[in-house]
């Protein structure tokens, strides 16, 4: 007579997945939910950043970062990364669709291929993630962009980004980045500091706000020229309130 298949095993174990997924979904939601209110301490990127000082043995290295509310910011600043990295934030849901169909076309053609991230997918990354290029890391940086666009309104997002954005070799957001590069406090940053610091985002350790190449002063001319195509710091005041609608 046959041993009839027996599924309680396989179905424990699927049970457990399940559970642990759920419990994992849970609880990414309720860390962000709770980052909303708390500023972050440090980020996913940091801490790469950090390990790997230590593991190459670059013992002179000092990562330099602290956080700065909003209201303590000159509002050049967020203008500044809005202009230069993503000028739909206002009003897109956390992906600008237009962009990745461009960047798509872009690498069918054969040409090279560009980067389509806003600003709330770059925060998604810095905070929760890693550096580097994989579907599993685009899938969670995915699925953290929609949670913290889901959780948090449009200010708290640039909020976090220019606290965390990474802005030259171990100097990590708006605090660090004014006093290392301009000597001043984040308040008293001008449209042309705002728009250098911006300028150095694509790649922040090869570039430099304090002693800015050809190239980073025609892009941060650029940037300056679109913030104040777009209205100037009011823009956010009028585009990204502190709170969502209601």
């Known amino acids: 007579m046959p041993v009839p298949f027996r599924r309680a095993p396989l179905t424990r174990l699927l049970r457990l997945l399940a559970i642990a997924l759920l419990a994992w979904l849970a609880l990414s939601w309720l860390v962000v939910l709770v980052l909303r209110f708390v500023p972050p301490w440090t980020s996913a990127v940091m801490l790469e950043r950090q390990l790997g000082a230590w593991i190459h043995g670059e013992h002179d290295f000092r990562l330099r970062q602290h956080w700065v509310p909003w209201s303590q910011v000159s509002g050049w600043v967020p203008l500044a990364m809005v202009a230069g990295e993503d000028q739909k934030f206002p009003y897109h849901h956390g992906f600008d669709l237009d962009s990745i169909q461009d960047a798509l076309d872009a690498a069918d053609d054969g040409r090279r291929l ?12 810095n905070l929760f993630l890693w550096n580097g290029r994989s579907f599993v890391r685009k899938g969670l940086e995915a699925y953290f962009t929609v949670l913290i666009e889901l959780t948090w309104p449009k200010r708290r997002i640039l909020e976090v980004y220019m606290n965390i954005a990474e802005l030259g070799d171990g100097i990590y957001g708006v605090g660090a980045a004014s006093e290392a590069y301009f000597h001043v406090p984040p308040a008293q940053l001008g449209p042309a500091q705002a728009a250098r610091l911006a300028a150095v985002l694509p790649n922040p350790r090869r570039l430099h706000a304090d002693r800015p190449s050809a190239y980073v002063q025609r892009r941060a001319a650029w940037i300056q020229r679109q913030m104040y195509q777009l209205g100037g710091p009011g823009y956010l005041d009028r585009r990204v309130p502190p709170r969502k609608p209601r």
């Open 114 to 125: 560009r980067g389509a991230s806003t600003l709330s997918q770059q925060t998604a990354k």
